[in-house]
């Protein structure tokens, strides 16, 4: 996750890290990504249930009927191991996340035992009292998918109707004073829509956008030939700076973040190197804090079925399951040898990624990725864009 505005407009000093220990317990939500413990925020894919039809969906979602494998008593002993265990977050994710009629019920467990709740939904099951609940419950944010404009976003979605229901669930939590904002993933059938994403921000003063790089992974591992190539998303990068400055000397600061792709944050640096050298060089120390990619460090995640990965696009590596063993004895295992690599992926990447300059900033980005492309986990990522030159190694 790398926070184009946090980097690029100046919204966050390395100082305001620094004031907090950067210990992730004491973090408040927008400086999470720069603590030094990585304790990891945890990934909950609650339900595999949803009620559209996503051509990207990682999930490879099902039905919306059907019974879970976690139960509502289960899913609150998970939670309470994870708060014993120091994560700050929890993400219900899905599937549908909302399709779980005690979702309230378990995010509200969460929040009583001090984590933050947030949720990652398509906001279409989002009503007037359901946005009510949420608030009343003490939920911190609430991420709802956007696929571009009205054609382009039902298209994705599978189901007509879907783009203004989810604008009327942005409605809604604003109306509720709840923390909404707007989740993009990126890909060749809708990377053009990207000004449109802008214009509901500033026409709708939604204060938050994430721009998702695409993963091959669930049904987005069949767009793997449909992921923008680099100079494609270098471009599309400058954009996304140009507009989050645009809206910042406006008055309107957003908080825009690119996610899944690491190669970003060097990127940043290297502009803002010709503008400001001396911001230049705190935006380095920022992504030093980063440290990148932090798949099986300081994210992890849980299926709908109680397996635990590295991160929501690895599923196909499972580590251990919650309904047998607690996620935090999972975590610590030193005899889980990839999870264990994982921890510091340094010394096993290769290729670019080993004889990088910003390995230390970037951790090697996606081994979904790598794995997906070269057929090797360690292999270097496809979708970094750096040049030879820039990485250092030409």
Known sequence: MIGISKLYCGTVEPSDALRYGRESGSLPSHLLQFSKDKKPIIVWNMTQRCN???????????????IDAISTEKGKEIIDD??????????FSGGEPLVRKDLTELASHATSKGMRAVISTNGTLITKEKARELKEIGLSYVG??????????DKFRGVKGSYAKALQAVENCQNEGLKVGLRFTINKRNFTEVPKIFELLEERDIPRACFYHLVYSGRGSELINEDLNHAETRKLLDYIM????????????????TVDNHADGPYVYFRMLKEDPKRAAEILELLQFNEGNSSGRGIGCI???GSVHADQFMRHITFGNVLERPFS?????????????????RPHVKGRCARCQFLNVCGG??????????????????ACYLTDEEIGIK
């Not at 708060?83 to 993400?91: D, Q, Y």
């Not at 140009?242 to 973040?257: F, P, Q, S, V, Y």
């Not at 980005?365 to 496809?382: G, K």
């Open 329 to 345: 004895e999972i975590w610590q295992d030193e005899k889980i040898e990839l999870l264990h690599k994982l921890k510091d992926k």
């Open 144 to 153: 709802i998918s956007m696929d571009g404009g009205e054609e382009t976003h």
């Open 82 to 91: 994870l708060a014993k265990f120091g994560s700050p977050v929890m993400l």
């Open 365 to 382: 980005n996606f081994r979904a990725r790598a794995e997906a492309f070269h057929d090797d986990f360690w292999a270097e990522d496809p």
């Open 52 to 66: 559209l039809k996503c051509v990207h969906c990682y999930a490879h979602a099902t039905e919306e009927t059907g």
């Open 242 to 257: 140009d507009r989050t400055a645009e809206l910042h000397a406006k008055g309107k600061e957003k908080e825009i973040l």
């Open 303 to 305: 299926s709908w079925d």
